[in-house]
């Protein structure tokens, strides 16, 4: 696609229960980055993956959150038992390998009530 | 502690002015430096990367210092317009690999006609 693309834009969820968040990265692009940002904050990395590999997950703050790319290309965050700390805007990002420049999509925006 | 401030106030320039933005850092030896351009709404869009050997890099009216010393950054953008009114985040790359950036709060330019 033109650009990073991540799904659902907006997701409101109940507190305790699980959401997942799409991202469809640029096409062609190994590497792929999760981030999520705060109001007024820098984004904060969460994990990466390199084609399927998931390289560095240390940013993923607890046992509730996990993140996969089964095929290289879509990945999904699964945040599960959502609490209301886990409100933000959670981005995506990919580039074309290591060391490339990063493209970050719209992300998505998750509110936990 | 390691941390990475960026003005948090907002800056307010007359158009054509020469706006500069800092960016410390402290308890980090990044390997690169980047700044990245937010607007409301949308990711961050990179601009510009600075190595830690490099003492300074331009990019038509953008210009990025770094002093591993100082460990300071400071980001010029020469002859500014209001459409240079945006976020301007810096962030830090510890390795060739840019897996993990670290990012600042972010600040805030305003460009006035």
């Known amino acids: 696609g033109a650009g990073v693309s991540q799904s659902p834009r907006y997701k409101v969820t109940k507190r305790g229960q699980d959401v997942a968040l799409r991202c469809d990265p640029i096409?062609?692009?190994?590497?792929l980055y999760w981030y999520r940002q705060a109001l007024g904050q820098g984004p904060e990395f969460l994990t990466y993956?390199?084609?399927?590999?998931?390289?560095?997950k240390s940013g993923l703050p607890n046992d509730r959150f996990s993140a996969e790319r089964p095929e290289g290309s879509i990945s999904t965050l699964t945040i599960q038992r959502t609490e209301q700390r886990d409100s933000a805007m959670y981005r995506c990002?990919?580039?074309?390998?290591?060391?490339?420049?990063?493209?970050f999509g719209e992300g998505s925006w998750l509110t936990v009530v | 502690s390691q941390k990475i401030e960026q003005n948090s106030e907002a800056l307010n320039i007359q158009e054509g002015k020469t706006a500069t933005l800092t960016c410390n850092y402290t308890n980090y030896s990044p390997a690169y430096l980047q700044w990245y351009r937010q607007d409301p709404g949308r990711g961050p869009v990179f601009l510009l990367l600075i190595r830690e050997n490099e003492k300074e890099k331009r990019k038509e009216r953008l210009k990025v210092t770094f002093d591993t010393t100082l460990k300071q950054s400071l980001f010029h953008i020469t002859a500014s317009q209001p459409a240079d009114s945006a976020t301007y985040l810096c962030a830090l790359a510890m390795n060739t690999g840019f897996q993990k950036l670290v990012f600042g709060t972010g600040t805030r330019l305003l460009v006035s006609p």
């Open positions: 096409s062609g692009h190994v590497s």
């Open positions: 990002a990919s580039s074309l390998g290591s060391g490339n420049t990063i493209y």
């Open positions: 993956f390199n084609y399927e590999a998931q390289q560095d």
